[in-house]
């Protein structure tokens, strides 16, 4: 440039200085340029993230959307499978645990746990759908805006029973058939251990009176039953006990039946060698229940002077107190039954409880006479089959009465006697009780108006039944 004033431009920049400020401007070009460079590729590398993270979400809905139906239809029948399972398990053991297991209260967590699986199981599964969504998504950027659109799809999710629930109602149908199990184990343990101790007392009874080839049979259930006890609860098939037990006890009815038929017919066989035969006499038997006490000793005394036979019905725990009494008794050629320990009704009381009161009793008499009980007169005449069943795999015959005195009821040897002679006929079985003083001053006359009639009197196990031979 050029100026009227030539010394003037000797006072402008000079060349160094115009110098300095081009390269600062090509400086900060390069730095503007390269930041913006950098920035460029930093959007870029956030946009690259973006678009991959929604894609991956896109992917999984639909993949979800494709397979969620499938997954869920599989996790409720693998749900409903293993419900079945505990279900088909746990019925059964229900059922066959009635009556099986002692307290009813171990049976009903399992009653309630299966009805509530087989109301899950019956109920009709639904599978919910809801809808996943992947917003939309925008590239704010000037030069090259983008946008990936939002995305939806229908996604099943489970089922409603859900399998959780199912699972869960199975593990409570299988924890409650285990607890059933065990205590039908338990009672199946107690049971076969009762049944082998009856067993083993008929072998020890029975043994010396039939010799052991007719006991072969009980021996071997006894052995069979100790072998499976000795394993213990645990080890133990309920089913297969309760299947022992039942041939352990059928087998020693049987064989007490047998027997307890022997003996009997032993002594109407030695009555007739006597000259009694109740199947042509008029014979009569007295029975006095609920001694020994200390008028059985008067009463004794009356028996011997008139000759006459009687069977005295015991409680043993009276035996207990007077043995020297029942001693006397059967010294005096009478016959002693059974009348239980302390005179309960036994039908009311379970099968240890009856075996105790008769067991008691027949170890008291034995002990206290030496002659061993095979009557029982159950108290209040009663009785059931079950207490029968008992009674025999005892050794005892069930024998009740078919003249009621109602002595206990009169008090008045008058209107005993009178009862008696109004009533009796061939092959009656009298009921009196010798705990009554007025039972027993009745007793002479009583005798003498029998014998006035030509009855026979003779001990309860010869009179004949209507329907005996
Ligand atoms: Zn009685």
């Not at 006072?11 to 090509?26: F, K, Q, T, V, Y």
């Not at 209040?380 to 206990?408: I, K």
Request: charged fraction near 30%.
């Amino acid at each position: 440039m050029s100026t009227p004033h030539g010394p003037d431009a000797a006072s402008g920049p000079g060349p160094r200085r115009r110098a300095r400020r081009w390269w600062i401007a090509a400086i900060v070009a390069v730095l503007v340029a390269a930041g913006a460079v950098v920035a460029g590729v930093l959007e870029h590398r956030a946009w690259v993230g973006t678009v991959a993270t929604y894609e991956a979400e896109v992917a999984r809905v639909t993949e979800d959307a494709a397979t969620s139906r499938a997954r869920a239809e599989e996790a409720y029948a693998a749900s409903r499978d293993a419900l079945d399972d505990a279900v088909d398990g746990g019925r059964p053991v229900l059922a066959g645990s009635e009556g099986q297991v002692g307290d009813p209260a171990v049976r009903a967590p399992l009653a309630a746990a299966l009805d509530q699986a087989e109301r899950l199981r019956d109920a009709e599964v639904t599978y919910p759908v809801s809808t996943r969504t992947v917003e939309e998504v925008t590239r704010p950027n000037l030069f090259r805006p983008q946008t990936l659109p939002r995305v939806e799809a229908e996604v099943v999710d489970g089922s409603d029973p859900a399998p959780a629930e199912l699972h869960a109602a199975a593990a409570a149908v299988t924890a409650a058939t285990a607890v059933v199990v065990e205590a039908r184990q338990e009672w199946a343990l107690e049971e076969l251990q009762a049944a082998a101790t009856e067993g083993r007392d008929a072998l020890t009874e029975l043994r010396p009176q039939v010799g052991a080839a007719t006991l072969g049979e009980l021996d071997a259930a006894v052995t069979d039953a100790e072998a499976m006890t000795d394993a213990g609860a645990d080890a133990l098939d309920p089913d297969d006990a309760v299947a022992l037990r039942d041939t352990l006890l059928d087998t020693t009815e049987t064989l007490w039946t047998d027997r307890l038929d022997q003996i009997v017919a032993d002594r109407r066989r030695a009555a007739r060698a006597d000259g009694v035969d109740c199947r042509e006499d008029r014979c009569v038997a007295l029975t006095f229940d609920d001694g020994p006490v200390a008028e059985t000793q008067r009463l004794l005394r009356i028996l011997e002077r008139k000759d006459a036979p009687a069977t005295f019905f015991m409680v043993g725990d009276n035996v207990a107190a007077r043995p020297e009494i029942a001693r006397a008794v059967v010294d005096g050629g009478h016959l002693v039954g059974n009348h239980t320990w302390n005179h309960p009704q036994l039908t009311t009381l379970d099968d240890g409880e009856v075996r105790d009161e008769i067991r008691r009793t027949q170890d008291a008499v034995t002990d206290a006479t030496g002659s061993t009980p095979f009557l029982l007169r159950p108290p209040y005449g009663d009785v059931d089959g079950r207490v029968r069943s008992l009674a025999t795999r005892t050794g005892l015959d069930v024998v009740l009465w078919s003249l009621d005195t109602r002595d206990w009821e009169s008090r008045d040897a008058r209107e005993i006697r009178r009862r008696v002679r109004a009533e009796v006929e061939p092959g009656s079985n009298i009921l009196l009780h010798d705990i009554h003083a007025t039972s027993v001053d009745a007793v002479p006359k009583i005798i003498a108006d029998l014998r006035k009639e030509n009855y026979v009197l003779v001990t309860a196990d010869l009179l004949v039944g209507p329907d005996e031979p």
